[in-house]
């Protein structure tokens, strides 16, 4: 049920409006409709702004964390709440609810799920008409949820997407006296940019947009110092870098439960499955019966595992293209193990690139592209050889949060090339950057080639990341963010 402040709030919205509209609808009434609507409005918004922005005991531990987006989908925006929550803050979480958040997120009693309707298929005559009814259909739902939400001290969002939601929440700001605190992991218009062309109409519209509302923010977070400085210098906008950092639950998986999960993941997916008959036996382990210890088969194959939203900014093509010379260098007598490269995650471009797996023909090389339970990810990173990103940041500024989880796991990566990746991967060091299909298959040819050994580069690399592991989100998050929501007003 809305509070009452809030309920006072829409109402006097609604008069003001049904004033203004008589003002509008009655311009040759002898009486003065104008003159009165505008008494009208006068007399009620004073009602409404101070109903908005009446605070009770509790309004200073509560937080709106926000993203246009899945939640189940949003890592970081999850860690925001947890923290927010760990030290007693209240937290609304909003968002679109298509994939399941962590069980932590869920089980958490100060973190209440607000879900709001993602738009999918608007179609209204031309694509541009179809955009702005999008748009506006998201600003009314922002807005009705956003004013009917008890009072938050602050509203912490994501960008992107931030069209319609940087205007919409800082117009709620503004109204309700909210601080508002954007955190910035990439740039929209340069992800929109890859679809349409930086000079799209559409596109140059985003661009302003960001850098109109972006400097409105009380406060703002980066993922990178490369972003900060762009901010800083591009946008007029001081920001504070929170890197992101692994959560605790990015660890290395023990055997056991290495087991568990590969006999789970086998019940659904054959590429798991031994092709023996015996229960306790995957294609990875084997449970011994009598005492139940599990150990990892001598001939297993490597464990490849990378993960995607499949959009533009990722080329899996390349991977695959690797993957094809990988089995030409066995099929050409090379002594490497054969590999089970695990692909996960949802998104637009997957059907496309699943047209492309099912025509190779791969005879040492299996794929394997399961949605995992959030639970079941960091598990199986924690039990992989061997990582690759193919993100190639729209601005070049961003970090892909899927090599800070693989290094949370001790997992060597091999990354795709763009600026700023040295911020976070250090070539020869704690894995490899490769610039196209060539590159990336010699790499793999060369870590795997003492497989399962751990005296070659691979066990190097997962040396390396061991003894240079460095904050866990928490520390992190406590160091950058927490003194912003703590400051006095």
């Not at 703002?220 to 920001?239: E, R, Y």
């Not at 094809?324 to 099929?331: A, L, Q, V």
């Not at 976070?424 to 050994?453: M, R, W, Y």
């Amino acid at each position: 049920m809305a509070p009452r402040c809030s309920c006072t709030a829409l109402l006097a919205v609604s008069l003001t409006v049904l004033a203004l509209l008589a003002g509008l609808l009655a311009p040759h009434s002898a009486v003065r409709w104008p003159a009165v609507s505008l008494a009208v409005a006068a007399a009620l918004l004073p009602l409404w702004g101070r109903s908005l922005r009446r605070r009770d005991d509790g309004t200073s531990r509560r937080v709106c964390v926000l993203v246009l987006g899945d939640i189940g989908r949003s890592p970081r925006m999850q860690y925001h709440a947890l923290s927010l929550s760990k030290h007693g803050y209240h937290v609304t979480f909003v968002g679109f609810s298509e994939t399941k958040p962590h069980q932590d997120v869920l089980s958490e009693e100060k973190i209440t799920i607000v879900p709001i309707a993602e738009l999918k298929g608007v179609r209204v005559g031309p694509k541009v008409v179809s955009y702005v009814t999008k748009v506006t259909v998201q600003s009314l739902q922002l807005l009705r949820v956003l004013l009917t939400m008890e009072l938050q001290a602050h509203v912490l969002m994501q960008n992107p997407p931030g069209l319609p939601s940087i205007a919409v929440t800082w117009f709620v700001c503004l109204l309700r006296g909210s601080r508002f605190i954007i955190d910035w992991h990439n740039y929209g218009y340069t992800i929109m940019a890859l679809s349409h062309g930086p000079a799209h109409p559409i596109v140059r519209l985003a661009k302003w947009y960001e850098r109109f509302f972006g400097p409105l923010a009380s406060h703002n977070l980066c993922v990178t110092n490369a972003m900060k400085d762009d901010l800083q210098k591009n946008w007029g906008i001081k920001a504070t870098t929170l890197y992101d950092r692994p959560a605790s639950i990015f660890r290395e998986t023990p055997l056991k439960l290495q087991h568990e999960l590969f006999v789970r993941l086998a019940a659904v997916y054959p590429q798991f499955r031994h092709a023996g008959s015996e229960a306790e036996r995957t294609i990875f382990s084997v449970r011994d019966p009598a005492d139940g210890t599990v150990t990892l088969r001598a001939e297993r194959p490597a464990l490849l595992l990378s993960s995607t939203s499949w959009t533009e900014d990722e080329d899996f093509s390349i991977l695959l293209t690797a993957l094809e010379e990988y089995e030409g260098f066995i099929r050409g007598g090379a002594s490497l193990p054969p590999l089970l490269c695990v692909i996960t995650g949802k998104g637009p471009q997957k059907e496309h690139y699943m047209k492309l797996i099912d025509s190779l023909h791969l005879e040492h090389v299996e794929i394997c592209t399961p949605w995992l339970e959030a639970e079941d990810y960091p598990l199986l990173l924690g039990s992989a050889d061997l990582g690759v990103c193919l993100h190639k940041s729209s601005s070049g500024l961003d970090l892909p949060m899927k090599v800070v989880d693989m290094f949370g796991c001790c997992l060597p990566v091999c990354a795709v090339h763009f600026n700023c990746l040295d911020e976070l991967v250090k070539h020869e060091e704690n894995g490899l950057i490769f610039k196209d299909s060539v590159e990336l298959a010699e790499q793999l040819k060369t870590l795997l080639s003492d497989f399962p050994s751990s005296d070659g580069k691979l066990g190097t690399f997962r040396r390396n990341l061991h003894s240079s592991r460095g904050q866990r989100w928490d520390d992190n998050w406590d160091q950058n963010v927490l003194p912003l929501i703590t400051a006095p007003r």
